[in-house]
T-cell receptor, first 110, second 114 residues
């Protein structure tokens, strides 16, 4: 069993739709990262959070430590949001263990 | 800030050859990570340096893999001898403080071993 599970694996949405990607983890963590990987292959860090909620533009990330669950929301989705979104949990204390989800492939159709 | 710089972007080599991948982290970042990404296994952490010292190399698959960080601005990942199953995209990332601060990724090196 993977320490980090993401859902859904694939997601297709119409432009303008509200999108939610989920991440559940089974290990104790010190931080959770949301990464975005575009078709060209580059990886960008969207959020790093250890509690509560963060917002950047149309993107919102939340985490519930008790439930070991995080969500990434995209409001008013746009075709340029099409990418693979990866959840990564940083292990406790040392901060140098990483557990990666398998990614969610998002396609936003105009 | 130029970001994390990796070279080469693409590398094609024959089985048995030595391959060296290079990474320049963001100035001021204390932590450097080497990751490998394949279709089968997704992203995997290979090795992590903090203040130029290797802290955790448990992700390095075999003795054929080695990594060095001779100074704060340069790191290498070497595969010797290379095998076809090493074909993957190798990413370098840096951060101010381990996995407890945002990660900054390089563009990756796509390695093909024939």
């Amino acid at each position: 069993k993977n320490e980090v599970e993401q859902s859904p694996q694939n997601l297709t949405a119409q432009e303008g739709e509200f999108i939610t990607i989920n991440c559940s983890y089974s290990v104790g963590i010190s931080a959770l990262h949301w990464l975005q990987q575009h078709p060209g292959g580059g990886i960008v860090s969207l959020f790093m959070l250890s509690s509560g909620k963060k917002k950047h533009g149309r993107l919102i990330a939340t985490i519930n430590i008790q439930e070991k669950h995080s969500s990434l929301h995209i409001t008013a989705s746009h075709p340029r949001d099409s990418a693979v979104y990866i959840c990564a949990a940083t292990g406790p204390v040392t901060g140098n263990q990483f557990y990666f989800g398998t990614g969610t492939s998002l396609t936003v159709i105009p | 800030d130029a970001g994390v710089i990796q070279s080469p972007r693409h590398e094609v080599t024959e089985m048995g050859q030595e391959v060296t991948l290079r990474c320049k982290p963001i100035s001021g970042h204390n932590s450097l990570f080497w990751y490998r990404q394949t279709m089968m296994r997704g992203l995997e952490l290979l090795i992590y340096f903090n203040n130029n010292v290797p802290i955790d190399d448990s992700g390095m698959p075999e003795d054929r893999f080695s990594a060095k960080m001779p100074n704060a601005s340069f790191s290498t990942l070497k595969i010797q001898p290379s095998e076809p199953r090493d074909s993957a995209v190798y990413f370098c990332a840096s951060s101010r403080d381990r996995g407890l601060s945002p990660l900054h990724f390089g563009n990756g090196t796509r390695l093909t071993v024939t």
